[in-house]
């Protein structure tokens, strides 16, 4: 008697960094993709093509990018996020992408997190994607008021800077 073999599954699915489902729903959009990951100090927003070959990153920004328009606090809270979310939403409307649909990867989905809050600046942006309001930071998060008295002030200022540059 013969028995089936068993079948290994992907690799990235062994290793838990790809649901291949989701990805599919996602990838029949025939949207961009506005992928968005967080590590313990930095934030990344990339939005995303798919190609046969491979998927092509078309416009992305880091948190790191924030020095360079005066940032100084972290790079991984919610104002980051926020601040992250709109550079990378500019830098895609200056490579004329419009539209997309967000990808959190295996990130928990927290509502007013970090992840939603680089959500709001690509909203701000003027890209759309599909969204309910209620997960949304509000806008004194967004702006760091649960931080520091002095972070909605550093906030503008970054912002200023950012939508001054992509005019």
Do not use: C
């Not at 990339?46 to 972290?74: H, I, K, P, T």
């Not at 928990?108 to 909203?123: D, F, H, N, Q």
């Not at 972070?151 to 503008?156: A, G």
């Amino acid at each position: 008697m013969k028995q089936k073999r068993y079948r290994v599954p992907f690799r990235r699915r062994r290793e838990g960094k790809t649901d291949y489902r989701q990805r599919l729903a996602l990838l029949k959009s025939g949207k961009h993709r506005v992928v968005v990951r967080r590590s313990n100090k930095n934030l990344r927003v990339q939005f995303v093509r798919y190609d046969a070959s491979g998927d092509r990153v078309v416009s992305s920004a880091m948190g790191n990018d924030l020095r360079q328009y005066g940032w100084e606090g972290s790079m991984n809270n919610v104002p980051a996020s926020y601040l992250v979310g709109l550079l990378a939403g500019k830098r895609a409307l200056a490579q004329k992408i419009t539209e997309g649909v967000l990808d959190i990867g295996q990130h928990e989905s927290v509502p007013g997190g970090t992840i939603y809050g680089a959500l709001k600046g690509v909203l701000d942006a003027g890209v759309d994607v599909p969204h309910g309001e209620e997960v949304l930071p509000d806008e004194g998060r967004l702006h760091g008021q649960h931080i520091a008295e002095d972070l909605p002030e550093k906030v503008s200022v970054v912002k200023e800077k950012i939508e001054a540059e992509y005019e």
